[in-house]
């Protein structure tokens, strides 16, 4: 019995099977990012709430600002991050023509 991931070679062409392993590739390069983006920010996390119990002389209260602020600016961080690239990310430097689907830039 043939194992069931192995690769076909005689029902693919070889452009076909480049392309898989480069997604592939491409695909556990994505989630190996992700994973290690998650372990940074657990690990500031824990940096943080270290600090906050190492000084004794802070009330609880100002910890809890320190805390929710770095909340937010953790929260900003992944906003940024999923940022999508759009028009005005770039600076306009010539109009080459204009035809029915609108300008080309």
Known sequence: MADANAPQSSKFSKDTLDKVQAMKKKVEQTIS????????RRLRTLQMQHKLKQNENMDDQKKNELMNDYYVAET??????????????????????????????
């Open 33 to 40: 990012g992700r994973m290690q983006d998650v372990t940074q």
């Open 76 to 105: 900003k961080l992944l906003q940024e991050t999923r940022k999508k690239v759009g028009l005005k990310d770039f600076i306009l430097i010539k109009v080459i023509g204009k035809g029915a689907f609108g300008e080309v830039r």
